[in-house]
């Protein structure tokens, strides 16, 4: 009954093919949270795939409805000893994007499990059933290295509509935050600071998306006859845009930003360097805030990105002035800005600068907030140290991810301090066509969540809050 017990026997499950068999398994099930017609899937995973592994593990389990009527069901486990004082919390989703199955290279298939080399292929690999299958193998791991038992209480929340902004997620974790009681947050989401460099990451961007529409008149007009004469929606919008943002990517809206980067955020980033690895793009070196490096731009400052522009046809370009351009938009920012704050000084920018045309609108309900745990958190530290004594080097720390998801709602409305372990990589072809993940990265993954939980569990150690 050791910690490197725990560690053996969580590899183990990877290397002797249980890891690769429970995700093909959940891969399977096509749970498309953006497809209305995939919502039997959702229960399924739930139902059927979910809530037999966990009971096993000594789980009870309940499948409940969302108060939300767009929004997928939520499993609860909940596992409690008899005399632990505290209680872990964790997550995550079990729903994915579109399949995109028309997309994918020649040989995969999104809803099929497919070994090349070191990689595994298949919808949900990355983004979220092969790294909640991971911590899920750990915890497997810890119970039988411990003869059954971990420690402490745990609450695991699995829902099924994170890739539609998690709806109803706030309300159902408000109305059991009393009885779940929980005291920590550990989960598992997006992508490592770069494949080689074990990660851990305290919260997230916020994001918001907004259309901006330029809307002149209806249909268009020959560019011949009315060319120089009729205003082009496409032109102003295009103008707009540019008062928003420098030509390398530098935000103009002072309400957009933070009044400064935090001196232990600069720190916990000073030796990050930011990668997809090989797959992964080339920085632009020159874009962005400037005086920042990569890894600053990216966890610890604000950007604006033009998602997509439309102007006239553009897969069948006509001689004539449109009457309509929009653009889909979207805010990734930090804690410190106020994000109800951003459309309506958005609205001041464009009037002041001479666009009062341009009509501006939220594109979707949900907002991922800003959130942040204080990087020198004493469970931060502690995490800190527990990957360092499983890995024999010390993981990055980002104080937030760069990307978004419903941390918000385990931080602030829960209440809870949440560290995040992910075991993705960056160029892993999340949200596209041949997603995937690294074995090695599953396999280290496993090692370190096993080390964690074993740590927390340690008899008459209590969890660092």
Request: hydrophobic share 40%; with cysteine; net charge negative.
């Amino acid at each position: 009954m050791t910690r490197d017990a725990a560690i053996r026997a969580a590899t183990a499950y990877l290397d002797e093919g249980g890891f690769a068999a429970d995700l093909a398994r959940r891969v399977a099930i096509p749970t498309e949270s953006q497809n209305p017609d995939r919502r039997a899937a959702l229960a399924e995973y739930l139902d059927r795939e979910m809530r037999g592994t966990l009971e096993a593990l000594g789980f009870d389990c309940a499948i409940h409805r969302n108060p939300a009527p767009n929004g997928g069901p939520f499993l609860v486990a909940i596992r409690r000893e008899p005399g632990a004082k505290k209680t872990l919390f964790s997550y995550g989703h079990g729903d994915v994007i579109r399949g995109q199955e028309a997309q994918w290279r020649s040989g995969l298939n999104p809803w099929q499990l497919t070994q090349e080399g070191e990689r595994l292929y298949g919808r949900g690999t990355a983004d979220n059933k092969g790294q909640h299958t991971v911590n899920i193998g750990a915890l497997a791991a810890v119970l039988k290295a411990r003869e059954g038992k971990l420690g402490f209480n745990m609450v695991l929340l699995i829902e099924t509509g994170e890739e539609i902004g998690s709806p109803g997620l706030n309300q159902f974790c408000a109305a059991q935050r009393d009885t779940w009681q929980a005291s920590l947050f550990l989960a598992s989401d997006g992508p490592r600071l770069s494949p080689e460099r074990p990660t851990l990451y305290c919260g997230a961007r916020g994001a918001l998306n907004f259309d901006m529409t330029v809307d002149l008149r209806p249909g268009a007009h020959h560019s011949g006859n009315w060319g120089g004469l009729l205003a082009d929606p496409g032109i102003i919008l295009a103008h707009a845009i540019a008062s928003i943002v420098g030509p390398t990517g530098q935000i103009r809206i002072p309400e957009w930003v933070p009044s400064e980067l935090p001196a232990n955020v600069r720190q916990a980033l000073s030796d990050c360097a930011v990668g997809g690895g090989s797959d992964g793009p080339a920085i632009d070196a020159g874009w962005g805030e400037p005086g920042l490096t990569p890894a600053e731009r990216v966890y610890g400052w604000c950007s604006f990105d033009v998602l997509a522009f439309k102007t006239g046809n553009p897969e069948a370009p006509v001689n004539a002035i449109p009457g309509k351009a929009s653009a889909h938009c979207q805010i990734r920012f930090v804690v410190g800005p106020d994000h109800e704050n951003f459309l309506p000084a958005l609205r001041r920018h464009l009037d002041r600068q001479g666009f009062p045309m341009v009509q501006i609108a939220q594109s979707r309900a949900e907002i991922f907030k800003a959130t942040r745990l204080d990087p020198d958190h004493p469970y931060v530290h502690f995490a800190l140290n527990s990957v360092e004594r499983t890995m024999g080097k010390r993981p990055a720390l980002l104080p937030n991810l760069g990307g978004s998801l419903p941390n918000d709602v385990f931080a602030e409305t829960m209440g809870l301090p949440t560290v995040w372990m992910p075991h993705s990589y960056a160029a892993c072809s999340q949200h596209a066509p041949n997603e995937h993940i690294l074995l090695p990265v599953m396999r280290e993954g496993l090692a370190m969540m096993a080390g964690l939980l074993w740590d927390l569990g340690e008899p008459g150690a209590e969890f660092p809050v």
